[in-house]
Structures are given as C-alpha cells and as structure tokens.
T-cell receptor, first 115, second 114 residues
Framework: AQKVTQAQTEISVVEKEDVTLDCVYETRDTTYYLFWYKQPPSGELVFLIR??????QNEISGRYSWNFQKSTSSFNFTITASQVVDSAVYFCALFSSGGSYIPTFGRGTSLIVHP | DGGITQSPKYLFRKEGQNVTLSCEQN?????MYWYRQDPGQGLRLIYYSQIVNDFQKGDIAEGYSVSREKKESFPLTVTSAQKNPTAFYLC?????????????FGSGTRLTVV
C-alpha cells in the first residue's frame, strides 16, 4: 500500500514571506515517482515537478524549490518571496508499481497569500 | 495545442437523472482517469482506463459508469445510484502507464444536484 500525507490543510502568509509545504510519503517500492501539482481557483491542476526515487538532488525553478529526502520519505516544496498569484491548493502525488501504477494524491494544502 | 477538454464546465442534475460528463484528449495518451474532488478530501479515483476497451474501478466507483471506445474519449456517467453526486470532477491522462512523465488534467466539471 502507498500513502501520501500533506499534514498542512491550510497555510496563510503575507506576500513576500517564504513558505514550505510538507509532503510525506509511504511506499515499499524502490522505484517510484513523486509529483507536485498546483490547483488555482480555476480548477485545473497544473504540473509543477516530477522526481524519481533515484534522484535526490534538490531542484530550484525561479521562486520554487523542492527538497527530496529519502531518509525521511519527504518531498517538501518551498516558495520564496510568495506572491498573491501563488494562492492555490497544492497537491503532492506518489506513483509506483506498488500502487498498481495509479497515482496516489495527498489531500492537498491550501495556500493563501495576502497582499 | 494538445490537451484535455472537459465539458460542460457546470452541470445541474435533478434527483434521479443520469448525466454524462465528457472528457476528450488529443495528446495520444494511452491512460485516462476520472477523479472526484470534494472540499478537504483531495482527489479520489473513480475509474481509470489504461487501454482502449478496458477500464478498472477506482476507490469510489459505485454509482458511476464509464466507457473507452476510442483512445481520445473517456466519458463518465453519473447514475441515479450515486447518492451524493454534487462535486467537482476532474479527468486526467498520462503518456505511459509505467513511467509517466506526468499527468495532464482537464479544467473540470462542477456537478450540482438540484
């Protein structure tokens, strides 16, 4: 069985603050993929990043960065200098053969950035 | 541009009626999925199809039906047996069932029972 936990239901910050969204996963597989998606108020989920289990390098893309740590089964997402446009629900997802090749999504974290 | 088209964006259903939600993709993806989203519940899998003419039940398939007669299309029917159908429905596809680059989502259909 596999599981994704996003313990933070809602986070509220003021613009320009840094914010980290947590994602903890469980799987018995050695090969797996982790994803982050953004869901703005319009509803469509937007792909942000894919990481496979053999690549623990942290990644930075503009104001976004991701910290993947297999030792703690975590794949956390940090937004630096948050902006109002970052307000959305963010989902972490896990994909592996142990999940029958179907992605398992966390419950999502709602991020509200106030001006 | 390639993508997934879901229609309609908003749908109202009377109690006891069946309704069908459309999902069409032009990405040449093999796998397609239907998810239901309720506030605070995340995404729950209803049905998925990894090849044409084949589909599997997800975690909450009761009260729903699907078909996959064409690679591009994966319509979802919400039947009268679904007791609480009011929700946001998302369709998704992926290029590879074993090593997906990612999942492409449609913009969703918001279904309301009146």
């Amino acid at each position: 069985a596999q599981k994704v936990t996003q313990a933070q239901t809602e986070i509220s910050v003021v613009e320009k603050e840094d914010v980290t969204l947590d994602c903890v996963y469980e799987t018995r597989d050695t090969t797996y993929y982790l994803f982050w998606y953004k869901q703005p108020p319009s509803g469509e989920l937007v792909f942000l990043i894919r990481r496979n289990s053999f690549d623990e390098q942290n990644e930075i893309s503009g104001r976004y960065s991701w910290n993947f740590q297999k030792s703690t089964s975590s794949f956390n997402f940090t937004i630096t200098a948050s902006q109002v446009v970052d307000s959305a629900v963010y989902f972490c997802a896990l994909f592996s053969s142990g999940g029958s090749y179907i992605p398992t999504f966390g419950r999502g974290t709602s991020l509200i950035v106030h001006p | 541009d390639g993508g997934i088209t879901q229609s309609p964006k908003y749908l109202f259903r009377k109690e006891g009626q069946n309704v069908t939600l459309s999902c069409e993709q032009n990405l040449n993806h093999d796998a397609m999925y239907w998810y239901r989203q309720d506030p605070g519940q995340g995404l729950r899998l209803i049905y998925y199809s990894q090849i044409v003419n084949d589909f599997q039940k997800g975690d909450i398939a009761e009260g729903y039906s699907v078909s996959r007669e064409k690679k591009e299309s994966f319509p979802l029917t919400v039947t009268s047996a679904q007791k609480n159908p009011t929700a946001f429905y998302l369709c998704a596809s992926s290029n590879d069932r074993v090593v997906p680059y990612g999942y492409t989502f449609g913009s969703g259909t918001r279904l309301t029972v009146v």
